[in-house]
């Protein structure tokens, strides 16, 4: 199926990895006292001092969003366009003002982390920075099961995690199983206890 671009002539943003600020440069003063024929002499020094703010984000720019899921399909509240992802991994560039509709109407394609945004500034200007860093840690589940040596230290870390994570995790396991790269029973008892997900039964 071919992709739906939104209309607009706006170009893309990079991908952000560490957030742009502007810099204003502010001149204050700091009094430097001299003692010259016993009369105090005040002299004026100029001390350089940066303020950072975040830059802002146009509602037109385009963001980059990358598939997590297959055949994922996102209709815009509020510009009606069309964006289709037909496999994991594949990206779109929707507008920051569809990403903020999406966020208030929307949002279990963040939550549920369907999408992934490729954009550190926008992630933190949609609230989502804290999600993204906890799945950040666990993106591949293959390299997330091997870092524990109990199924105890495994359902400890997985408990706490976000719905939209676990979810996420549920998935990449289903697909594991399917592909003979996950097999042990009490392993994949402690994930569907955890993740809230049948998996047993892909076994068979």
Known sequence: MAEQKPKTTTRPRTANKTTKVNEKVIAKTEPIVEVKDEVVVEEVKPVRNTRKSIATIDLNDLIPVV???DSVIFVA???KAEYEWDSKGDVQYITYGE????K?????FLEEMW???DDEEV???LNLTSLYEKYDEIKSMEDYLEKFNSNHELKQSLTPLPNGIKKSLGRQAAQLIQEGKLDKFKTIKTLEE???IELSH???
């Open 104 to 108: 208030g109407r929307q949002k279990r």
């Open 67 to 69: 598939a997590l899921v």
């Open 77 to 79: 509240d509020n510009t």
């Open 202 to 204: 892909l076994l068979d």
């Open 99 to 102: 990403l903020v509709s999406m």
């Open 115 to 117: 999408i992934y945004i």
């Open 123 to 125: 992630v933190e200007a």
């Open 194 to 196: 955890c993740l809230g």
